[in-house]
Structure formats: structure tokens, C-alpha cells
Nanobody, 121 residues
Framework: QVQLVESGGGLVQAGGSLRLSCAAS??????YAWFRQAPGKEREFVAG????????YTADSVKGRFTISRDNAKKTVYLQMNILKPEDTAVYYC????????????????WGQGTQVTVSS
């Protein structure tokens, strides 16, 4: 059974940093991505990465602040978040799918349980 387990969320002050981790039970998917969902808002794409060649894609709202990466040996995908803002507060989810990176959450079949990130002003 596929499992995606996120960790690394927490409470941080504006301007601070956090690193989220997503441990995959089976790295057999072509694409891994991070989404986030704030209260009352739709789930939105944050960043995605190709497991095979490492190509990355980042939402404009976090470009230059967030970086997605992978560690093949550890079967783990990371989201390094710097210069955090209060508007980054959300539950962050790791997701996986076959084929390429897309930004539509319904195109992802597998999801983690989510990890809360709260940025105080």
C-alpha cells in the first residue's frame, strides 16, 4: 500500500524557515508535489518534482522562497520554505502521481495526511 508521510510543520515567525519532508513507501511514481490548503480556500499547487530527472516546478506565489528537492536513497521529497509569510499558513500535503507534473490536485491519486504550517506576524 502506498504511503506518503509528511513531517516538519510547525509554528514559525514571519521571515523564518521550515523544511517539510515527505517519506514515500514506494518511490515508483513519476511525480511528487506539494499542495497547501488554507481555511476556506481551495487546495493549491505549491511545487512539483520529477522523480526521474529532478525537474522542478514552483508556483509563482512562492518562487524564490520555496524549493522542492528529492533524496532518492531516502525515498524522501523535501520542501524548503524560506522567508515565510503569514499568508503561507496552511495545511501542506504531499501528493504523488504517474506521468508528469500537473498543478491540478484532482490529478493526483495518492496523498499524505497533511502537516500544519502556521506563520505568525
Amino acid at each position: 500500500q502506498v504511503q506518503l508521510v509528511e513531517s516538519g510543520g510547525g509554528l514559525v515567525q514571519a521571515g523564518g524557515s521550515l523544511r517539510l519532508s515527505c517519506a514515500a513507501s514506494e518511490p515508483t511514481f513519476s511525480t511528487y508535489a506539494w499542495f497547501r490548503q488554507a481555511p476556506g480556500k481551495e487546495r493549491e499547487f505549491v511545487a512539483g518534482i520529477s522523480w526521474t530527472d529532478g525537474s522542478t516546478y514552483t508556483a509563482d506565489s512562492v518562487k524564490g522562497r520555496f524549493t522542492i528537492s528529492r533524496d532518492n536513497a531516502k525515498k524522501t521529497v523535501y520542501l524548503q520554505m524560506n522567508i515565510l509569510k503569514p499568508e503561507d499558513t496552511a495545511v501542506y500535503y504531499c501528493a504523488a502521481r504517474q506521468f508528469g507534473v500537473v498543478r491540478t490536485p484532482t490529478r493526483y491519486l495518492y496523498w499524505g495526511q497533511g502537516t500544519q504550517v502556521t506563520v505568525s506576524s
